[in-house]
């Protein structure tokens, strides 16, 4: 029994005793990563396959796909770079005003923001002794984390990058878009469309479960959402480039 014996023996409650819980890294960064890495790769597959594929389906000359692939990748990776660099810029810049303005209130009103805690904690229920009694603890420790923490679910450290952000989201988008530009390359005419379309799905596949497995989620149920869209933007793009190509329009 533990009530009685060395409290070394109690199981141990920091984060090493669930090594597999999102605490251990920091949430925030991870999260950002992981969306940032699979939507990139995720838009890369897609879009440039469907450019590309629609184009093969207009035309069998090479010239004009590897255009329409060139300015889809470069074109594409900017704009996905750009689009998160924005995005998590301004929730960075959110973050960096609460923090600021929750600084100034320590400074200014710290038996204030004290009640204010130990109000918090007695909200999730803890007793009013008990809440006050940590609330003092956590701010002698480190006031602004433990405000941050409980008011507003920031971590300090954990911010995200909004270079790092765009970096990721780039070099997954053109990771990615580089499957299908290759595949329709590369691959004989008469197989280059069908081959793009297996490579697609495969690759959509890995991204799929991939996030899935990262995030927790159903893996089946993730996969199919990501390749069932994927196929979709496929088939439209291909079957509008082969009516222009059999039209004459192109």
Do not use: C
């Not at 605490?23 to 469907?50: F, K, P, Q």
């Amino acid at each position: 029994m533990w009530l009685h014996g060395d409290m070394s023996e109690l199981p141990s409650t920091g984060p090493a005793a669930h090594p597999h819980e999102p605490h251990v890294e920091g949430l925030a960064s991870r999260l950002n990563w992981l969306r940032a890495g699979v939507l990139g790769a995720n838009d890369g597959i897609v879009s440039v396959a469907a450019i590309v594929v629609g184009v093969a389906g207009a035309t069998a000359a090479v010239a004009p796909i590897l255009t329409a692939g060139v300015a889809g990748l470069v074109g594409g990776a900017i704009s996905m770079a750009l689009g998160e660099y924005v995005s998590v810029s301004s929730q960075s810049d959110s973050q960096k005003s609460l923090i600021a303005k929750e600084r100034g209130e320590l400074r200014d009103m710290p038996d204030e923001e004290l009640a204010e805690l130990a109000g918090l904690y007695q909200q999730r229920g803890l007793s009013p002794e008990t809440a006050l009694q940590v609330a003092k603890e956590l701010t002698a420790h480190d006031a602004l984390a433990a405000h941050l923490s409980a008011e507003l679910n920031i971590d300090p450290d954990d911010l995200a990058s909004p270079w790092q952000a765009a970096g990721a989201s780039a070099l997954a988008f053109t990771v990615g878009a580089l499957l299908p530009f290759l595949s329709i390359l590369l691959f004989p005419a008469e197989i280059r469309v069908a081959a793009t379309f297996v490579v697609v799905i495969l690759a959509l596949v890995l991204t799929g479960a991939l996030s899935a497995w990262i995030g927790g989620a159903r893996i089946v149920r993730a996969t199919l959402r990501v390749v069932i869209g994927g196929v979709l933007a496929l088939a439209a793009t291909f079957a509008i480039g082969t009516l222009l190509g059999t039209t004459g329009v192109v």
